[in-house]
């Protein structure tokens, strides 16, 4: 899956020359620990056949904040009508005019979601991550050359990447919350 910016716009951010492989690998990195951030993708995909589980009531929940379109939809293998047998919202639920069978593995989806185009508020939070990647691949909280010792403000992480109090809260409107 693509990262949330490129290279050139990582360049310009940190206003200096950079090593595209390094830069493209601090963008892959940062993007997807927003993703895991998140749950879900943010960007534009289409999810084919994705098999789910139902529980025997009216919703089901897909992994998305923004779903674009929804189709096929099968349940035991037979394919269901939109507004006849169920409908969905933006938000990822898939709403059954009845209710969902209560079985695993009941439910086939194909749909569409996510962002065509990055919001700002995350790929600032990109950048901003992976300037901190490229900046500081290893991670060093501290190192001393000779007789000078300095300490980098930036907190222990162990995934090569982490995000900020305030991009985990730029990014708040992005996560998801009733998928788990």
């Not at 529980?55 to 379109?69: F, K, M, V």
Request: glycine share 8%; proline share 4%.
């Amino acid at each position: 899956m693509a990262a949330f910016a490129t290279p050139t716009e990582l360049a310009g951010f940190l206003q200096q020359d950079l090593d595209t492989y390094s830069a493209t690998q601090a963008l892959d990195v940062a993007s997807q620990a927003i993703r895991d951030h998140c749950g879900w993708t943010v960007s534009q995909e289409t999810v084919t056949a994705q098999v789910l589980d139902s529980h025997g009531e009216r919703s089901i929940w897909l992994p998305s904040l923004l779903l674009t379109a929804v189709g096929p939809v099968l349940e035991r293998g037979v394919t269901l009508t939109v507004t006849t047998d169920y409908d969905w919202t933006a938000y990822g639920r898939l709403i059954r005019s009845g209710c969902w069978p209560n079985e695993a593995r009941s439910v086939t989806v194909t749909y569409t979601h996510g962002y065509a185009t990055v919001p700002d508020s995350v790929k600032g939070a990109c950048l901003s991550a992976a300037g901190r990647v490229y900046a500081n691949p290893d991670g060093i909280r501290q190192e001393t050359v000779g007789s000078v010792s300095v300490t980098y403000n930036t907190p222990l992480y162990t995934t090569g990447v982490y995000l900020t109090d305030q991009e985990r809260a730029d990014l708040g409107k992005y996560k998801l919350e009733h998928v788990g």
